[in-house]
């Protein structure tokens, strides 16, 4: 069992430096608060769909925002998860990262599902994986991926083995969502509980806060809310909603074993009763 930090941000599209600054102060709040690993939003060097993003963008693992939070996770001995805003060649990426306790990067992903209004931005990603730590087998994806039609891409990674996925993330609503009315979270909820029933694993969801600047979704407010689902599906946390909701979350998570090798995902599940 260990601590899992979902580091609810105020991400502002553009201010890259201010942006890395209050990541790199979540990261040590979350060692200082004992966390083991920690999570942070969806492309939070640049903001989610900032028009400026190709400008913004910069290689994994060489580049700037990629370098200032590997740098952040040695100084803390703490395992680090990101989405960054990623140029690679003449192509842009909405990735994320896994970053060890010692500074390198242990996987590295491009988000699949990348909706109609952020193609302007992004690339179609080519890459999803899991990779096995002292934490357990963690995958990652990145926010729209987890309602991909049938879950395809959080069901490949519980396929690949992934006892943790984490999934960095920037869930916004329009300016005049209200909350007292329509409660956020349940296309999550939908979407995170049969995988993490059926593939006895953890989804850790997380949003930035803060206004969108720029682009269709100008002036939407991106509301923290992030979750934790454990595997027997239920909602382990739920974070505070609201554009100005920053706040450091805490979740004990405790990785649940694979079938017995030979078994296989589909005769589990019918000896379960799944």
Known sequence: MFKIALGQMLVEGGRKEANLARAQAMIARAAQRGARLVVLPETLNAGWTYPETKRLADPIPDGESCRALCEAARERGIYVCAGLAERAGKKTYNAAVLIRPDGGV???????NVLEIGQGCYAIGDRLGV????????????????????Q??????GYMGA????????????P????TKQPYGKLWL???RPVARGFLCWIAGLSNVGRVRGGAWNGWKCIGCSLVVGPTGQKVLQGPYGADAEALLEAEVEPLPRPAQGT????YWRRNGL
């Open 106 to 112: 242990a996987l590295h992903s491009r988000k699949i």
């Open 163 to 174: 006892q943790i996925i984490l999934s960095p993330s920037a869930w916004a609503v329009p």
């Open 264 to 267: 296989g995902w589909d005769r």
């Open 131 to 150: 990779v096995e730590t002292p934490l357990g087998v963690i995958g990652l994806m990145i926010c729209a991926d987890g309602f991909a039609r049938g």
């Open 176 to 179: 005049d969502h209200d909350n």
């Open 190 to 192: 939908d979407n995170y």
């Open 152 to 157: 395809c891409v959080s069901r490949t990674l």
